[in-house]
């Protein structure tokens, strides 16, 4: 494997992991307030389009860490929407 694809994957699992803490600091408190619904919603919909972009390009370190991302911003979206 060539490096810059281990890069992309190194970086992908960075930035990716980067939202594990605040989503189950979430799920533990039910606490949102201070997040902002505007940043998750356009969060949201440029990891979805990026994933979208990575597919068409075949640029699989972009492909995954943008649908875990997704996964990790959407949950977080959705737990802002329900707890407000």
């Not at 994957?9 to 600091?25: R, V």
């Not at 994933?51 to 972009?62: C, E, K, R």
Request: charged share 10%; proline share 2%.
């Amino acid at each position: 494997m060539d490096w810059v694809i281990v890069m992309g994957y190194i970086a992908g699992a960075c930035t990716t992991s980067a939202f594990l803490p605040q989503a189950i600091k979430i799920v533990r408190t039910k606490h949102t307030k201070d997040l902002s619904l505007s940043m998750y919603s356009i969060l949201t919909t440029g990891v979805a389009l990026w994933s979208v972009y990575g597919l068409i390009n075949h640029d699989w370190p972009l492909v995954l860490a943008n649908l875990v991302t997704l996964v990790l911003a959407g949950w977080i979206f959705i737990l802002k929407v329900r707890y407000g």
